[in-house]
């Protein structure tokens, strides 16, 4: 019930923050780029990697999972691997990764209730653990950009079915400054526009024009 009393200025519980949120990578890897047919790959990679530099920004948690990755989908993403050199992923051979104990427990090692979800395919490998995530009582936000499936229809299906289901579809972008959320937060500020000139596309070089006009401080 509205009671205009209690308006006041204040963020949204729903809101992602440093503190509240866990980013959870799921199978980029080689085999499972090569089919996915939702977009272009090399955007998918650009998200993907944009989105873990705001979580070691903002010191998330990360948890990287694999599949396979030895007998058929290779190693993670090279670039992916880099953000977090001193993380080992967790492999798995379940679809599913929330049938994997050690993933659920790294997770769960995290403290924390919304889960950042991203990963391939968006049909298989990330509506099932959403699914699955949700049920438990977990908050899921699903990065659709840094995530793709076999085809545009799989994916977008996978995405009306998790929305359905509660999860709320993001883009990383949105994330990463959803994370920041004031632009006089400067401990941070310099790693988000680093961040966003290197993988934010024509919003980074709107970045990089008023940084070299206005100067240096150039809100985002």
């Known amino acids: 019930m509205f009671d205009i009393t209690q308006v006041h200025a204040a963020p949204s519980a729903d809101l992602l923050t440093p503190d509240n949120c866990v980013m959870l990578f799921i199978d980029h890897q080689p085999q499972m780029f090569f089919g996915t047919g939702s977009g272009d790959r090399g955007a998918v990679i650009n998200s993907t990697v944009g989105l ?30 880099a953000v977090f050199p001193e993380q080992k992923p967790v ?22 209730r919304k889960i950042v979800l ?6 298989v490998c990330l509506v099932l653990p959403a699914l699955s995530a949700l049920e ?9 950009d840094a995530s793709g499936g076999v085809s ?4 977008e299906h996978a995405l009306q079915r998790m929305i359905a289901a509660g999860a709320v579809p993001v883009t990383w972008v949105q994330v990463l400054l959803e994370l920041q959320r004031d632009w006089a937060r400067q401990e941070t500020y310099g790693a988000v526009m680093d961040i966003v000139k290197e993988h934010a596309g024509a919003y980074g070089l709107g970045v990089v024009y008023a ?10």
């Open 118 to 123: 991203s990963g391939l395919w968006t049909e």
């Open 136 to 144: 438990q009582g977990y908050e899921v936000y699903v990065v659709t």
């Open 211 to 220: 940084q070299s006009v206005i100067g240096a401080h150039a809100a985002g």
């Open 52 to 81: 873990a530099k705001a979580a070691r920004a903002f010191d998330v948690p990360a948890v990287l999972t694999t599949v396979a990755a030895e007998s058929f989908s290779g190693p993670l993403l090279p670039r992916l691997a």
């Open 91 to 112: 492999d798995r051979t379940s679809m599913n990764a929330w049938e994997d104990d050690a993933l659920v427990e790294a997770v769960r090692a995290t403290g924390r």
């Open 152 to 155: 545009p229809a799989a994916h």
